[in-house]
């Protein structure tokens, strides 16, 4: 009987999404116009039709996750997987028209109203990891089937929190992950000198020393327990430490930006996207004059964008696709010397450092 009732749960869910497609205008269709009123200088129409392509992501999202909730309940996994693939996607979009809810306010001068766009395109990511971790924890209490952990009944990926979106940022330094290459030299000890990857458990293998533990801390507080242990081996230990390369499809974001640090990001996000999930411009930002360093801190390129294109023009041609191990410094005064620039960017940075006098005068 339990699972007659589940299964027509699902049929009922399948019609309804096969109803509200057959009977209303799509979210992307809304989203199309609203962007088209946008380009016309039509903020008032096109935030209406923003709002309604919102709506319909929320109610589209809701029902593709109560799907995917009676499908696992049914032991049918990779359905379930599928939907809950469904909802990741819904929240990409749920994401995006929130963030361009914020650039239309921003436009018109409602900064504060803006701003709490932005939140909203943050703040949803964490909700939704907690309604899922609760749905989650409610099936496993009431199933008399294997938990979660089991074989067989693998976590679902679009419900396991490692794989939900996540945003990280760091307002004063940078915290090492897993994965993170460090650059560490010795003065004077050239034969330490080590390119170092953070291993899965967190810890980074070192010379005379073993084993040091680096996740989750600063490359500062990595540098002082390193000198430490070194101090054994070595008189007056003089240390250095930067990064190499960053793990994972992260990026930087910092400057004139309300939370400045290391974003995760997934599918093609844009740059005006990043700074969004940054909380958007500060008053001080100079968005004719934002800088975009590629190819991370192996190789890196400066480029300086003109982003009030986008801002008050429609024009997207600067709101570039970010790639991982991308910097974006938003400056309160406008860059004459990208070369320049770069110089004084690198060097707090790649030690871990996000404010510096040097960083603050731009």
């Known amino acids: 009987m339990r699972k007659m009732l589940v299964g027509l749960s699902c049929f009922v869910l399948l019609a309804v999404l096969g109803d509200k497609a057959a009977g209303q205008q ?20 096109a935030e209406e039709r923003f709002q309604k392509a919102l709506n319909i992501t929320k109610e589209e999202k809701e029902l593709h996750y109560k799907r995917g909730l009676a499908l696992y309940e049914q032991g049918r996994y990779k359905e379930a997987e599928q939907e809950f693939a469904q909802v990741m996607a819904m929240k990409e979009k749920e994401n995006d028209q929130h963030y361009k809810q914020g650039l239309l306010l921003y436009q018109q001068g409602n900064y504060i109203e803006a701003q709490r766009e932005f939140k909203k395109a943050i703040s949803t990511i964490t909700e939704e990891k907690t309604a899922a971790a609760e749905s989650v924890s409610v099936i496993t209490e009431e199933k008399s089937v294997p938990s979660l952990n089991a074989a067989a009944a693998p976590v679902p990926a679009a419900v396991s929190a490692a794989s939900l979106p996540s945003s990280t940022a760091v307002t004063t330094e940078y915290l090492i992950s897993n994965g993170d290459l460090l650059l560490i030299k010795v003065w004077q000890n050239p034969d330490l000198d080590t390119e170092a990857i953070v291993r899965p458990d967190g810890m980074v293998s070192f010379p005379l020393v073993g084993d040091i533990p680096a996740t989750g801390i600063s490359i500062n507080a990595f540098r002082q327990t390193l000198t430490e242990r070194l101090k054994e081996y070595i008189k007056n230990p003089q240390v250095s430490v930067s990064i190499r390369t960053i793990a994972g499809r992260r990026v930087i974001i910092l400057g004139q930006v309300l939370h400045p640090g290391v974003y995760s990001v997934t599918g093609r996000n844009t740059i005006l996207e990043a700074i969004g999930l940054a909380g958007g411009f500060t008053e001080d930002a100079v968005t004719s004059s934002v800088m975009l360093i590629k190819g991370g801190f192996a190789k890196p390129v400066p480029t300086r964008l003109d982003l009030t294109k986008a801002l008050k023009h429609a024009d997207v041609s600067d709101n570039v696709i970010l790639e991982s191990e991308d910097m974006v410094y938003v400056p309160r005064r406008f860059v004459k010397d990208v070369n320049y620039f770069l110089r004084l960017f690198l060097d707090p940075v790649t030690q871990g450092f996000f404010i510096r006098r040097e960083l603050r005068d731009y």
């Open 26 to 45: 799509s979210a992307e269709s809304y989203y199309k116009e609203g962007m088209s009123l946008y380009r016309e200088g039509k903020y008032a129409e």
